[in-house]
């Protein structure tokens, strides 16, 4: 079958299905994703011989040790799949909320509604979890999914896929409203994306290869989630102790993730009170530091950071540490290296926290805090989609409300415009 | 000069000048508008004089009576683009507002912050006053502009970008939070809607050539005003003076906007009970009919509307008229042929009401309310810079809102991740 015919049709019934779950109750959506946990869980042994045989083709294609490793499920992570398909279940509907309805002169009554977006499209690579995470989210928001995943996970997608669908006819939703790719042809990813009369957004999940393709070929709105560069900016009014604990956690808490800090910026005014004590940390933990020349002055054994340096996403245990003259320094380093992720400062000054939070144009931005909490399930939201380093739409984390849009509702008894 | 250059430069310039008025006062905002109000008071024999000259090029070319008569500035004109800027000197700023403030349960505090988009490019045709409100909501809402109207009115446009000028200069904000392109060349509308590095979105106001143009080349998202083919639908359960009032209104109130009617449903079962008198009012007041063939049988005179009617958007006294069997074929008709815009159902039941404000999937969906009803200032957005059949970032009339975006809050008290 040709690729193109194939994604169009996949299209026609994902606009179709998107007026079928538009419009489903709130009791049968959560029936749905509570059928699709049940079914995971019941489907154990063929998820994890589906998953056995993907692991085996990617040993033998050469898959790195990383890769195989985020590509692998064992009862853990195929529970933790059933699970996180239940805390949707439990989150709000997003879907048909009203809100600021108000009496304007005329006598109308507007305000608006949450609507779901329509199909929405997931592209991401290696991680088969993706595919129950993103048709949970899409359908509890009132969406149609279409899911490309990598080809390496395809065989546990396609199980996976086998569990939605059993799911979906036991409450009476139609098949298409989560529809799996069955082709790992690449070709079908440009189609997605450029598919604009049947997508309304795309999300991809996946390395910085994956979203500069789709950015430069998209048509259809994209929900970007670039790479994060992301600063801590230790004040020379911050509490020491704060400012350690900040700078060591966000750091290495965790070091692949997308909001682990990749740079520490210093004002000078502190840096001789905190920078050795926060070397010696880092340093057992093992982390190696590249630094500007006033910081190779004041640590021992550190390299000089390079403009490279400032411009990577280590996402592993090395950090670059610039000293600053202050806070307009700080600031001017951010706007110019940050990937607009996650910025925080560390300070007690009233003014000058105010200041970094309406300046620093970041999807997160905070105060004495770290920045391993920009995460939707630290904020609340349940549940996150992805982080969006857009500036229209949603920034930050994406849940549930991400997914949706607003529509105007305008209630009258016979008004007419004079 | 090189176009790809000067649009480039241009972009530059906005970008620095974007991080100027993103944090300028609420106070510093006002005045500059304001100062630009009575700037353009002052300089009314200039802009009259200016406005005159394309007006001759303008017959001198050949351009349409309406295309001059909305070129054409007189004194009521110029002082309405004054008015409107005093209005948005008036409307609460948007950017800064917080909102959701919460504690988490790891103790952080979470919330959203509400930000400029950064840079907006809006380019329209031949309404000169486009650029004094345009630069207007861009600038309340701390966004910079760049401008690039039609080339017909190329004369008028610089000489309120004179007075803009004065204005920011006399209140000390950057000429170049404004910015009026200084040439016709179309390339530079290409540089414009491709520059994502120094453009954030992009506003296409115009007709549909421009926008069709713009969907197709733009990589920087657009908050697209698509055509209007907006909606009634006269329910069965209608109270028939309502029926009458909507109906009669939502097309003859102004016939050349994208809120107008340009197709009436009308249930069967009350088909005979509101046409003919409908039609009576109608052809009092000039409306030419067009209906299908059930139509045809209850009104004489009226032409067979053909499937190209139902996708048209006349901006004229044309009406096309279709009988369906209940909600669901109204429904199923508005799906097929709306363009998202607004939609109206007339009924006195309140699960069809209901009904109708869910699954109608347009910028606006209304009942018992005039479609004439959708727009910024009868919803009380205080004025308006588009609307946006968008199905991400904003649905239906675009005010100073649309123009920013929310970014994340975290405010902690040294909060590390466990």
């Known amino acids: 079958m040709d690729v193109n015919e194939y994604v169009k049709t996949l299209g026609e019934h994902a606009r179709q299905a998107g007026r079928a779950i538009a419009k489903a109750e709130t009791a049968t959506k959560n029936a749905a994703l509570v059928a699709m946990a049940e079914a995971i869980e019941l489907a154990q042994p063929e998820l994890l011989k589906a998953n056995a045989q993907d692991v085996e083709l990617g040993k033998a294609n050469g898959l790195d040790a990383a890769l195989l490793d985020r590509l692998e499920l064992n009862p853990e992570r195929v529970q933790s799949m059933a699970d996180g398909l239940r805390q949707i279940a439990a989150l709000p509907d997003p879907v048909g909320e009203i809100s600021g309805m108000s009496y304007r002169p005329s006598g109308i009554q507007v305000g608006k509604m949450r609507v779901p977006l329509g199909v929405i499209g997931i592209i991401y690579e290696s991680r088969p979890n993706v595919t129950a995470d993103a048709a949970g989210l899409c359908l509890k928001s009132g969406n149609a999914s279409i899911l490309r995943g990598g080809s390496e996970a395809f065989h546990s997608n396609q199980a996976i896929a086998a569990c939605i669908h059993k799911a979906l006819a036991s409450v009476g939703l139609p098949a298409e409203v989560v529809q799996v790719m069955e082709t790992t042809d690449r070709a079908a990813v440009s189609a997605l994306i450029t598919m604009s009369e049947a997508v309304d957004v795309i999300v991809p999940r996946g ?152 300046e620093v144009d970041s999807s997160s931005v905070m105060v004495n805090a770290s920045t391993r909490f920009a995460d939707g399930f630290e904020y609340g939201l349940g549940a996150e989609i992805g982080i969006s380093t857009n500036k229209i739409h949603a920034r930050g984390p994406v849940g549930l409300e991400g997914l949706t849009s607003q529509k105007y509702i305008v209630l009258g008894d016979g008004h007419i415009r004079g």
């Open 207 to 358: 390395g910085q290869g994956l979203i500069e393709r789709i950015a430069r070929e998209a048509t259809v709105p994209v929900i970007m989630h670039l790479h994060g560069i992301c600063h801590v900016y230790i004040d020379d009014k911050a509490d020491t102790e704060k400012a350690l604990a900040i700078a060591f956690n966000s750091k290495t808490q965790r070091y692949g993730t997308c909001n682990t800090m990749e740079t520490l910026l210093v004002a000078e005014g502190i840096a001789d009170a905190v920078l050795p004590a926060l070397a010696a940390r880092y340093k057992e933990k093992g982390v190696e530091l590249r630094g500007c020349q006033q910081t190779q002055a004041i640590l021992d054994g550190v390299i000089a950071a390079t403009d490279e340096d400032w411009q990577t996403e280590y996402l592993a245990p090395i950090l670059s540490v610039r000293i600053v003259a202050g806070m307009d320094e700080a600031i001017d380093h951010i706007r110019r290296y940050s990937s607009g992720h996650t910025e925080a400062v560390v300070t007690d000054d009233y003014s000058r926290a105010r200041r970094f939070l309406r």
